[in-house]
């Protein structure tokens, strides 16, 4: 399984982001989760596009780390900053 790569824009964003996972050919990708700096985890998205509008919501400032998981594995992890 090769891992794809994610780019997240703009990253720091203030009211929405866009992930975008390049090179990955499935149509049922997985599952976006982020998590706060303590691991709780505050957004659960499912993925089945090659992209996802990620809104703020009543999310605070602060440092976030995301993790993309298919079939309970998992893909790609970052980190995202809302301003």
Do not use: C, W
């Not at 999310?59 to 790609?76: H, M, N, P, R």
């Amino acid at each position: 399984y090769s891992n794809p790569d994610v780019v997240l824009y703009p990253n720091p964003f203030s009211t929405s982001a866009t992930f975008e996972v390049i090179g990955h050919r499935s149509s049922a990708i997985g599952e976006f989760k982020m998590y706060d700096v303590v691991g709780r985890e505050v957004m659960r998205l499912p993925l089945t596009d090659n992209r996802l509008l990620i809104t703020r919501g009543d999310l605070v400032s602060g440092i976030y780390f995301y993790k993309l998981q298919s079939d309970d594995e998992t893909i790609a992890t970052g980190k995202m900053v809302i301003q």
